[in-house]
């Protein structure tokens, strides 16, 4: 079993930056994909950017240059730094870790006024 704890949401003005973070326990040994998607208002959920276990990236075409995806291995922690923030941002952000099965954290919400 995997629990994941998001934080760093919050409320800040376009252009601005945030940094998440999902701290992760349980066991993770067999974690293949950490990821984040983000799910605004009346839309559907969508991938956002991706680590997998190689250490290769992918990120979503309207954050690319953006948002970084990052991981701190010695803290079992996954980090989504996001800069130029526009209002179309605006979203729960919801981190996951894929294996056999599906690990979802509880949202953190991310506003960006304009």
């Known amino acids: 079993q995997v629990r994941l704890v998001e934080s760093g949401g919050g409320l800040v003005q376009a252009g601005g930056s945030l940094r998440l973070s999902c701290a992760a326990s349980?066991?993770?040994?067999?974690?293949?994909?950490m990821g984040w998607y983000r799910q605004a208002p009346g839309k559907q959920r969508e991938l956002v950017a991706a680590?997998?276990?190689?250490?290769?990236?992918n990120y979503a075409a309207s954050v690319k240059g953006r948002f970084t995806i990052s991981r701190d291995n010695s803290k079992n922690t996954v980090y989504l730094q996001m800069n130029s923030l526009e209002p179309e941002d605006t979203a729960v952000y919801y981190c996951?870790?894929?294996?056999?099965?599906?690990?979802w954290g509880q949202g953190t919400q991310v506003t960006v006024s304009s």
């Open positions: 680590m997998h276990s190689s250490g290769s990236t």
């Open positions: 349980g066991s993770i040994s067999s974690i293949n994909v």
């Open positions: 996951n870790f894929r294996a056999v099965v599906n690990y």
